[in-house]
């Protein structure tokens, strides 16, 4: 069996639990952490990829009749390059690309805060592909951390489509997410999503669970100060000399920092993206 479906059974069987999990607790919701990934329009995959292509599917996500999809593409901002951003699919109506904050810094640019979806006024980004490049003068976004849900889900948990949540997950770095939004539909399944950012200040990886603790009407009453707190801990640096496939599967966490003398492999590299993890490189 090839590495990447056991990953992939290995990742489906943590979702199931953590769902499982959530269903036996009271208030419990599964999360799910969301690396950077590209929703492409039906005429911009033409144009990176070639005319009447179609998406291969790498592997299921946990909403129904969504995929991870073996494309990527790279995308590029004043400052810099992101390589082998994967595409999801189907394709959508619109172009959409959703970044961390981090991710934001190296591209050069300040992408708002929104839903997925709501790509009016954002920030420009290229992206480029086998086949071609695309330039979107809006499109680029950091996603609002929100919880995918049933009606039969809402109606439990006695909240609305819209809605914004609190939501608190006791992991080695307890935290409290605010400004989490609920999107109600009778096509989801029960999870949360955030970015790597928001993984990484809080040590969640996939499959672990929190807990909505309280709930809120608008935006503008949220704030989260926990959240910021959180993200000025200090990470552990690798200190081996080679940073192998190896280390990154052994490693806990969803960074694993390291010295500019650390080699780290192609390998190890594209291991990390697939488990999630982020690699950072400091100086020592």
Request: charged share 25%; aromatic share 4%.
């Amino acid at each position: 069996m090839e590495p990447e479906w056991i990953q992939s059974i290995v990742e489906e069987v943590v979702r199931q639990l953590g769902r499982k999990e959530a269903v036996q607790k009271p208030n419990q919701v599964p999360l799910a952490v969301s690396a950077r990934h590209v929703h492409l329009s039906e005429q911009h995959l033409a144009i990176l990829f070639g005319q009447s292509y179609t998406l291969k599917k790498k592997s299921d996500l946990s909403q129904p009749n969504q995929f991870a999809a073996e494309e990527t593409v790279i995308l590029s901002g004043p400052k810099g390059t992101i390589e082998r951003v994967r595409v999801l699919g189907p394709s959508r109506h619109l172009t959409q690309v959703e970044v961390s904050q981090t991710d934001a810094f190296k591209l050069g640019l300040t992408p708002p805060i929104r839903q997925s979806g709501d790509i009016k006024g954002s920030s420009p980004i290229t992206i480029i592909g086998p086949k071609g490049s695309v330039y979107l003068n809006e499109g680029l976004i950091i996603a609002q951390a929100h919880i995918h849900m049933a009606p039969d889900d809402a109606r439990r948990f006695g909240v609305e489509d819209g809605q914004y949540v609190q939501v608190r997950a006791e992991t080695e770095r307890p935290i409290t997410f605010e400004r989490v939004r609920i999107r109600v539909s009778p096509s989801y399944r029960l999870e949360m999503h955030i970015d790597t950012d928001e993984a990484n200040s809080g040590f969640i990886r996939t499959g672990q669970t929190g807990e909505i603790i309280s709930a809120g009407q608008t935006q503008s009453t949220c704030h989260s100060p926990v959240l910021i707190e959180e993200k000025q801990t200090i990470i552990p640096l690798f200190e081996g000399k080679l940073l192998s496939q190896h280390e990154v599967k052994q490693l806990d966490g969803p960074v694993i920092r390291v010295g500019k003398t650390t080699i780290v492999t192609p390998l190890a590299k594209d291991t990390a993206r697939e488990l999630g993890k982020k690699i950072e490189v400091i100086d020592e």
